[in-house]
């Protein structure tokens, strides 16, 4: 089965400095991946993803990520953080297995930049 | 565009009452759908998901149940709830892109 894993329960980053937010796949095949981002008592949003192409991906509000195969990492990165890109993250891979397209997600990252 | 409507927002139910929450999706057909339960603020379950009005399939046994009765739109509901049923529910749909597009998800608390 497809699995991502995300290593920092929470990351810490001060205002203006560049965040790095890390997530490693397992996966047969070519890998699909994905980013999310959840704030306090609201849905996930969607930022960005992978599917074949250039391995850096730009998504929503700044951020980017850096897919790596011979690392089996895609690690979501935005070169200037902002107190408001406080949240929680998810990294997800996409799951066809059973024919069925789903995403399985990783447990999440808690991102807090401060003032 | 599509967007994806879930409520209430928050509910607050007894031990052994019934449960309902709709989701419903606008801007898209035939769309798979998607229940994920968000434990503790942190990892998403997948719960249920479906291709089709009245295609459901359940990830994990579990004291709930899903239905699709039209198209756009797709129910979680219980008989009679359990504590451990306290959760965050968010439905979601796939895109052609493959990725997911959530609700605003539904704060359950049993009591």
């Known amino acids: 089965a497809q699995s991502v894993a995300q290593p920092e329960d929470q990351v810490n980053v001060a205002e203006g400095n560049p965040l790095t937010v890390k997530c490693t796949y397992s996966?047969?095949?070519?890998?699909?991946l994905f980013w999310y981002v959840q704030y306090p008592n609201r849905g996930l949003q969607f930022l960005l993803k992978?599917?074949?192409?250039?391995?850096l991906v730009k998504g929503s509000y700044g951020f980017e990520a850096e897919f790596n195969k011979s690392q089996t990492s895609f690690h979501l990165k935005k070169p200037s953080a902002l107190v408001s890109d406080s949240a929680l993250y998810f990294c997800?891979?996409?799951?066809?297995?059973?024919?069925?397209?789903?995403?399985?997600f990783g447990t999440g990252t808690r991102l807090l930049v401060s003032p | 565009s599509q967007t994806i409507h879930q409520w209430p927002a928050t509910l607050v139910q007894p031990v052994g009452s019934p449960l309902s929450l709709e989701c419903t999706v606008e801007?898209?057909?035939?769309?798979?759908l998607y229940w994920y339960r968000q434990a503790a603020g942190r990892g998403l379950q997948l719960l249920f998901y479906?291709?089709?009005?009245?295609?459901i399939s359940s990830e994990v046994p579990q004291n709930l149940s899903a239905s699709r009765p039209q198209d756009r739109q797709f129910i979680l509901s219980s008989k009679k709830l359990l504590l451990s049923d306290s959760g965050f529910y968010l439905c979601?749909?796939?895109?052609?892109?493959?990725?997911?597009?959530f609700g605003q998800g539904t704060r359950l608390t049993v009591v």
């Open positions: 979601a749909w796939r895109g052609r892109g493959f990725e997911a597009f």
């Open positions: 996966v047969s095949g070519n890998p699909y």
């Open positions: 992978y599917i074949t192409g250039d391995n």
């Open positions: 997800a891979v996409r799951d066809g297995g059973t024919g069925f397209q789903k995403l399985v």
């Open positions: 801007g898209t057909s035939n769309p798979n």
């Open positions: 479906s291709v089709g009005i009245g295609q």
